[in-house]
């Protein structure tokens, strides 16, 4: 069969090495990362309707926080908007709210006037709650394809990218990219300090 005529050369992925000592705990992590919680506010509730229009034209029946969480859903979820406003009304059921449901063609129409609040900069001087992550990024060159075909295996490069975002405005303070020779660890080699230093050098 084709598939298996450079079987000898295919990349197979290795067994894991590292084993896992707490398993319930880790079980019960994957199984949090599915878990779902939705529920409205009072003030989100008072909220949804529009307020009565003062200027002449048509009365909108629906306010912007209603508009905006539908839209948050219709990007969190990818779905169409047929799609999240039958998932708008769902959770409307299940949390028992009688609140009307805006339809995809509400959505799309205010979706192009809706304007989305954003986080106001952080001010110089002030205390920063910063969240540091890092992860993996692999440098490909030609296509796996070929490197099979022709039966050479070219040394894949990886490098690492260490990110800071600031937890109360949502915006990214630091990046660095840093080879694979380096620590992944933020708080091994001084990478911690190094990454303070660079937003210390913004602010």
């Known amino acids: 069969m084709p ?14 090495k590292h084993r ?3 398993a319930a705990a880790y079980d019960a992590a994957l199984r949090q990362r599915g878990s779902l919680t939705v529920w409205f506010t009072d003030e989100a509730v008072e909220g949804w309707r529009a307020a009565p229009r003062t200027t002449p034209g048509g009365q909108p029946c629906y306010s912007p926080l209603a508009i905006l969480t539908a839209l948050t859903l219709h990007a969190v979820f990818r779905l169409a908007l047929r799609q999240t406003e039958g998932l708008i009304g769902s959770i409307i059921g299940l949390l028992g709210l009688a609140l009307a449901v805006p339809d995809h063609s509400t959505l799309s129409r205010r979706a192009k ?5 954003r986080p106001q900069p952080r001010r110089d001087g002030g205390a920063m709650h910063l969240l540091v992550d890092s992860t993996g990024l692999r440098l ?9 075909k022709h039966g050479t295996r070219t040394r894949r490069s990886w490098r690492k990218l260490h990110l800071g975002m600031d937890a109360d405005t949502g915006q990214h303070a630091a990046a660095s990219c840093q080879s ?3 620590t992944g660890h933020c708080g091994a080699n001084g ?3 190094s990454r303070l230093t660079v937003v210390l050098d913004k602010i």
């Open 191 to 193: 990478m911690l300090p």
């Open 20 to 22: 896992v000592a707490n």
């Open 180 to 182: 694979r020779e380096g």
């Open 140 to 148: 490909c060159g030609a296509g796996e394809w070929l490197t099979e």
């Open 113 to 117: 006037t809706l304007e989305v609040p």
């Open 3 to 16: 598939f298996k005529l450079n079987q000898d050369r295919r990349h197979h992925i290795p067994r894991q």
